[in-house]
Nanobody, 122 residues
Framework: VQLQASGGGLVQAGGSLRLSCVAT????????MGWFRRTPGKPRDFIAA????????RYADSVKGRFTISRDNAKNTVYLQMNSLKPEDTAIYYC????????????????WGQGTQVTVSS
């Protein structure tokens, strides 16, 4: 599975962005999917996860109520809608796939995208 993340960019605080993660090489309908982010000098942090069917989601406390993860299995794509962005949301955002199991919040997942930069100015 190859994961291609896109949608990052520069936005002012309070603004919104939608990230996309397109999977190729294998259908993702058997995979839980997730988003993580990394800032310089820090480990990659869990942000959000969604179950195979899309019926269950989980969020880090830092983004709960502002970010929404969703998926379209027909398009082999996972999304992260980010609203009310803050400067502390500035990071490289990565999507991940876990085959036949839940997303590992510590980062032990099967496939990773290359990352997309999100920069939030104050």
């Amino acid at each position: 599975v190859q994961l291609q993340a896109s949608g990052g960019g520069l936005v002012q605080a309070g603004g919104s962005l939608r990230l996309s993660c397109v999977a190729t090489g294998r259908a993702i309908d058997s995979s839980d999917m997730g988003w993580f982010r990394r800032t310089p000098g820090k480990p990659r942090d869990f942000i959000a996860a969604i179950s195979r069917s899309g019926g269950s989601t989980r969020y880090a406390d830092s983004v709960k109520g502002r970010f929404t993860i969703s998926r379209d299995n027909a398009k082999n794509t996972v999304y992260l809608q980010m609203n009310s962005l803050k400067p502390e949301d500035t990071a490289i955002y990565y999507c991940a796939a876990a085959l036949g199991r839940g997303i590992d919040y510590a980062g032990d997942n099967d496939y990773w995208g290359q990352g997309t930069q999100v920069t939030v100015s104050s």
